[in-house]
């Protein structure tokens, strides 16, 4: 299998239990971007990572990593529909199954597949990468199956990670805690009212805040004077330890909010200009909140100057969120 972003790596992470359960002998390798390559390797159930350093286009020493993996391999998966993928796919072997060119997220990948699987491009993400590997391996599965699923990647207790030892000494101090990742890849995923949500959230529960770059700090720094605890730089791992700790965990559509989503954690994702019912997976305790965007959305083609992610009331937010705390 290969995937490169988090986003894609989260959503494809289930399919990795689906997997072993049905084929429990399976030697799986996972061909992801460096970038990944720590947070790949606490996927559960993979034997084998293999980091390629294609988004530094490096990209004869990415060629010569696959040279020595050619041949290895009975079947590929290209989960990700993205002619990059599709000629991974390729330098690897020939025996590869992807999603048919009206299924891809770039069509012309397909022309790269041996078998091709036809799938609405507007279903769930989730599910078009399980029915894609229920078809590349020949079992089937009940939707059902997903909502009782272990979490997908491993926690790695060795790691030190100060955050979660935040004292609370002062008893008026809830003991909920609430995680908020108010960044996403796109400023028309981010939602702009955290701080009112923060407000009125503090009032039954902590609220921490995740940020990576420098930008995002700065922006983060000033969030937090509403009433967050901005939390030291994490690696991945170190998010999943965090993580461990909350009682929730609320974010844009962005790998962080996904990741907990993976974990079994309780999570609210605000949606905007993209389509919740496709990018999340709703269960009880995963909810998603999906705002009304000015045209009927299109995953191919999202229009990246609709903002009415912003449009969601802070209140339907901090109400759905103490729900989940008070249960």
């Keep these: 299998m290969k995937l490169s972003a988090l986003g894609d790596i989260v959503h494809a992470s289930v399919a990795i239990q689906f997997i072993r359960k049905h084929i429990a002998n399976a030697h799986i390798s996972w061909f992801c971007d460096a970038r990944f390559e720590q947070i790949a390797r606490l996927l559960a159930g993979v034997d084998e990572v293999v980091a390629l350093p294609l988004k530094d286009k490096k990209f004869l020493k990415s ?5 020595q993996k050619q041949g290895q391999f009975d079947i590929i998966i290209d989960l990700q529909g993205l002619l990059k ?3 991974v796919s390729r330098i690897l072997g020939k025996n590869i199954f992807g999603f048919d060119r009206f299924s891809a997220k770039e069509g012309l990948a397909s022309i790269f597949y041996t078998h091709k699987y036809s799938c609405n491009y507007d279903k769930n993400i989730i599910l078009r990468n399980l029915e894609l590997c229920a078809f590349a391996l020949n079992f089937s599965f009940d939707e059902k199956e997903i909502l009782t699923k272990e979490p997908c990647f491993l926690k790695n207790s060795r790691i030190p990670n100060e955050n979660s030892k935040i004292p609370n000494e002062n008893s ?5 805690k609430i995680l908020i990742a108010p960044f996403a890849s796109e400023s028309s995923k981010c939602y702009a009212h955290f701080a009112s949500v923060i407000k009125g959230a503090k009032e039954f529960a902590q609220c921490f805040l995740v ?3 420098k930008p995002e700090r700065e922006k983060a720094t000033k969030l937090a004077s509403s009433g967050a605890t901005l939390l030291a730089p994490l690696d991945l791992a170190q998010i999943l330890e965090f993580m461990d700790t909350c009682d929730l965990i609320i974010g844009n559509d962005s790998g962080i909010t996904h990741l907990a989503w993976a974990q079994n954690y ?3 994702t605000l949606f905007g200009n993209r389509s919740g019912a496709r990018n999340a997976f709703a269960t009880p305790k995963n909810l998603i909140i999906q705002a009304t965007p000015k ?13 009415c992610i912003n449009d969601i009331d802070p209140a339907q937010i901090i109400a759905k969120a103490k729900v989940i705390c008070d249960a």
């Design 63 to 67: 060629f010569e990593i696959l040279r």
């Design 85 to 87: 993928s599709a000629l």
């Design 172 to 176: 008026r101090i809830p003991n909920k």
């Design 211 to 213: 940020a990576g770059n």
């Design 266 to 268: 309780a999570t609210i």
């Design 295 to 307: 045209h009927e959305i299109d995953a191919f083609h999202i229009d990246k100057s609709d903002f």
